[in-house]
């Protein structure tokens, strides 16, 4: 058990993107920045590598490993074909989707077949543990981010808020993930959560959040929907009521978080229209291949004034995966992306509960992010097919009981 909470811990700074509370650990052992991705990716292997060894090598893990091999094959070489020897940026993209999305994948399969339970029951307590533990130091040392705003954008150092905000909300679907069988105390923690996302200014995080449980608790069962309405119901009396007793200082206090004191329309003032025309722009323009990995905006973003950009690093993305995959690596890419992601049932199946986790980061990458950042796509879809594919005869969080062949091991 150790093992397996040694490699959620591993996971999670991709999931989190927490590296930066790793600097101090990696300049003790004179690790550079250029690899530390490399080695948290190398030491969840490693980890993977001694659980393999404690508890047998099953035929299954072999099987499963060819299989992830054969589907993300013909994508990295590909992606390889793709990349610009020039572009630096662009060879560090390619060594990250190996070192933190392949990687990922792959020690994620051997370590949910070589014990299944170990892996649902740790990986939601860590995720939770961390955004606690991000929460209670954002609480401590509150500071203002780099948005002009007539609010205060909770952060924590060296963290962009949206990152909060969305560790955050990953913590609230994780609650509904633990064995725990009382409703109200997952209630009061997604509470917490809502409370703590609201602080940091980020709207993508909390609009995912509230569309994965709706859809969770519209697809239960049919006295689930009635609550659900009769829950909206409600909700709507009380913001009427809001509405005629105080609605200008509601109104104010919406606008505030929405537009974070901007005098522009809530698309306009995130950037996200200009950075998707831009995408869909160099999509047309190679349809086919792309313009090549890490290429995106480089012809149009030097000097730009869009603030989400930061053209001095020279990490250009649109903030959507899809139209970033499309983009820079075209219809061809797209395709082999999604034979990477193994499609099936599984992207369908609304009883299992690791659906929830894969919607969740699904919707965060169609609005913050680039691949690398959204890597919780790839490790929660692999998740949602595993269990769909090789379910655990147990009771779920979501009161819903896997029906299937049992433990895959």
């Known amino acids: 058990m150790i093992l397996y909470f040694i ?47 404690s508890r047998g090598i099953p035929k299954l893990v072999w099987r499963e490993l060819l299989i992830a091999l054969a589907v993300w094959g013909p994508f990295l070489v590909f992606l390889a074909l793709r990349v610009d020897s020039s ?30 339970r170990a892996i649902l029951r740790m990986l939601p307590i860590v995720i939770i543990i961390v955004s606690l533990l991000l929460g209670i130091e954002a609480l401590l040392h509150p500071q203002q981010f780099k948005y002009r705003s007539v609010i205060e954008r909770m ?18 679907v994780c609650l509904f993930l633990l064995p725990v069988k009382k409703n109200l105390v997952k209630l009061l923690g997604l509470a917490l959560v809502v409370i703590g996302i609201l602080p940091t200014g980020s709207r993508g995080p909390l609009i995912s959040l509230i569309v994965t449980l709706t859809v969770w608790l519209v697809t239960q069962s049919d006295k689930v929907r009635g609550r659900l309405i009769a829950a909206v119901v409600c909700v709507g009396v009380l ?24 005098n522009h329309g809530l698309l306009e003032e995130s950037g996200r229209p200009q950075l998707f025309k831009i995408a869909m722009d160099e999509f047309l323009s190679s349809p086919i291949v792309g ?11 030097r000097g730009s004034t869009i603030q989400v950009m930061q053209p001095e690093k020279g990490n250009y993305y649109p903030h959507n995966i899809i139209l970033e995959i499309l983009a820079e690596l075209g219809v061809l890419g797209g395709i082999l992306a999604i ?14 509960p690791y659906f ?19 890597t919780g796509v790839f490790v929660f879809g692999t998740l949602a ?14 009161n819903a009981e896997f029906v299937g062949e049992g433990h895959p091991a």
Request: with cysteine; net charge negative; glycine share 10%.
């Open 291 to 301: 313009v090549g990995l890490g290429e995106y905006g480089k012809s149009v973003m």
């Open 339 to 352: 034979i990477a992601m193994r499609p099936g049932k599984w992207m369908f199946n609304v009883e299992n």
């Open 87 to 116: 572009n630096s940026y662009s060879e560090l993209k390619f060594v990250k989707i190996i070192t933190i999305s392949f990687l990922c994948v792959a020690t994620m399969t051997v370590a949910y077949v070589c014990d299944a």
């Open 239 to 262: 913001a009427v009521g809001g509405l005629l007793f105080d609605g200008d200082r509601l109104e104010n206090t919406i606008n505030s978080y929405l537009l974070r004191g901007q």
């Open 7 to 53: 490699y959620c811990v591993l996971v999670s700074v991709f999931l989190l993107n927490i590296g930066s509370y790793l600097d101090f650990s990696f300049s003790a052992i004179g690790v550079g920045v250029g690899a530390r991705t490399a080695v948290v990716g190398i030491a969840a292997l490693v980890i993977v590598g001694l659980i393999v060894i």
């Open 155 to 172: 952060t924590v150092e060296g963290m962009n808020p949206i990152w909060l905000a969305r560790d955050f909300a990953l913590a609230g």
């Open 385 to 398: 097919r595993l269990t769909t594919q090789y379910p655990v005869m147990e009771e779920t969080p979501f």
């Open 356 to 374: 929830y986790p894969f919607l969740l980061t699904l919707l965060y990458s169609m609005s913050s992010g680039d691949i690398n950042a959204n």
